[in-house]
């Protein structure tokens, strides 16, 4: 396959990419992905980091058994967790000698016209200046009228937001899976349209830290397409994969823009 041109490149991070087995912060594979990360930096490549994993990394501070289930946990948890989970992309990235910056965000900082030119206007001079960008929704201040929901839509909304080239979603999933007549699973390595059979074979979400599931993703993948973004579900533990995929390999399944 020819190698692909993308220059603008966001990685979404999902919990479960995040997380132990054991409920705390998986800090050998955040290191990894950042290490693949910063090469893409280095050739020149423009990257923006959407990010799970601050309620788990800060129920673990507080010393929660499980994930918390009411708002206020939530919130004291993201409020811990938020700085706690930057540190943590800060030294990761600092071995490479790349600077990162955190933004928080909130659906009314998207919708609202003049918030959304200054969210991104910043997020355009942060990437000139070679700063990777780590984004997260603001769930210390969320409420439900603010709420994007899941980091799944939170990425395709800032794909769109930077006019990004292309969206890596980091999973627990090789990719998307639908089933053959005989109702046996298989991989689709690539989907140029979105249909109700490709909606039907959504499922839920498979992991106890995760938000969102599949469905999120069809839906994140909806919103890509619109705004001419190729999108791609793969495993966020299986090494090389934002490489390859950067350079147009077929891994896991990709999502192709309209038009």
């Not at 993308?6 to 999902?14: D, L, Q, R």
């Not at 700085?83 to 910056?101: C, D, N, P, W």
Request: some cysteine; charged content about 20%.
């Amino acid at each position: 396959m020819a190698k692909q041109n993308y220059k603008t490149i966001v990685i979404k991070i999902g919990s479960s990419t995040l997380t132990t087995p054991h409920g705390t912060l998986d800090l050998f594979n955040l290191r990894r992905i950042v290490a693949e990360a910063a090469a893409l930096v280095k050739k020149k490549k423009k990257v923006v980091i959407v990010t799970s994993g601050a309620i788990v990394t800060g129920a673990q501070a507080l010393g929660f058994k499980a994930k918390p289930k009411s708002i206020p946990q939530k919130q004291a948890a993201a409020a811990i967790g938020q700085s706690r989970l930057m540190r943590q992309y800060e030294k990761a990235f600092e071995e490479h000698g790349i600077t990162v910056a955190q933004v928080l965000l909130t659906r009314d900082a998207l919708a609202d016209r003049q918030r959304h030119q200054n969210a991104r206007n910043c997020l355009h001079t942060l990437l000139n200046e070679k700063v990777v960008p780590v984004i997260n929704e603001n769930d210390t201040v969320a409420v439900d009228e603010i709420r994007i929901g899941d980091n799944d839509t939170l990425a395709a909304l800032t794909a769109r937001l930077v006019g990004a080239d292309l969206l890596i979603i980091l999973s627990d999933v090789d990719g998307f899976y639908m089933k053959d007549k005989k109702g046996v699973p298989f991989l689709v390595p690539a989907i140029k349209r979105i249909n109700k059979a490709v909606r039907s074979a959504a499922g839920h979400s498979s992991t106890q830290q995760g938000t969102g599931g599949m469905i999120t993703k069809i839906q994140a993948a909806e919103i890509c397409a619109r705004a001419g973004v190729t999108m791609a579900i793969t495993s966020g533990r299986r090494a090389g994969v934002i490489r390859a995929i950067a350079n147009g390999r077929k891994v896991g399944t990709l999502f192709h823009p309209k038009g």
